[in-house]
């Protein structure tokens, strides 16, 4: 998440309608996904594990420990679904994201990450120049 508007910055909405500003070059792309599952807290509410390929596990240790209290975007298909804040260095290459509505919203997003791994990453389009 950024905290000032800059060129590679946009603006979305998150799930409560509530504007947020997230950088336009992720940290980790659906390239970076080895593969998603649902998975459960202890309270039974639903939740969807998340284990990343071991080179991007070494991107998220360093991203984790770099934003250490601060929230992280989770962006799919241009839309912000979840905004986890880093409350540990993710050290084992997965992670464990919360706050579904529903079971069935953390399947859709299973199934989502899940197909996507195996999608190009779009390139981010600039006006004129070479690139």
Same mark, same amino acid.
């Given at each position: 998440?950024?905290?000032?508007?800059?060129?590679?910055?946009?603006?979305?909405?998150?799930?409560?309608?509530?504007?947020?500003?997230? %950088?336009?070059?992720?940290?980790? %792309?659906?390239?970076?996904?080895?593969?998603?599952?649902?998975?459960?807290?202890?309270?039974?509410?639903?939740?969807?594990?998340?284990?990343?390929?071991?080179?991007?596990?070494?991107?998220?240790?360093?991203?984790?420990?770099?934003?250490?209290?601060?929230?992280?975007?989770?962006?799919?298909?241009?839309?912000?679904?979840?905004?986890?804040?880093?409350?540990?260095?993710?050290?084992?290459?997965?992670?464990?994201?919360?706050?579904?509505?529903?079971?069935?919203?953390?399947?859709?997003?299973?199934?989502?990450?899940?197909?996507?791994?195996?999608?190009?990453?779009?390139?981010?389009?600039?006006?004129?120049?070479?690139?």
């Amino acid at each position: 998440m950024a905290q000032k508007p800059t060129a590679s910055t946009r603006t979305l909405a998150d799930p409560q309608g509530k504007a947020v500003l997230v %950088t336009t070059h992720p940290a980790l %792309t659906q390239r970076d996904v080895q593969r998603a599952e649902l998975a459960s807290v202890a309270d039974g509410a639903p939740a969807v594990r998340v284990l990343f390929t071991p080179e991007a596990s070494q991107r998220l240790a360093k991203l984790t420990r770099e934003e250490q209290g601060k929230a992280l975007a989770v962006v799919i298909d241009g839309q912000l679904r979840l905004l986890p804040r880093v409350t540990r260095v993710v050290t084992d290459g997965q992670v464990l994201l919360k706050g579904f509505a529903s079971p069935e919203e953390a399947q859709t997003l299973v199934r989502r990450l899940n197909e996507l791994r195996d999608v190009p990453v779009q390139p981010e389009q600039k006006s004129g120049g070479q690139p």
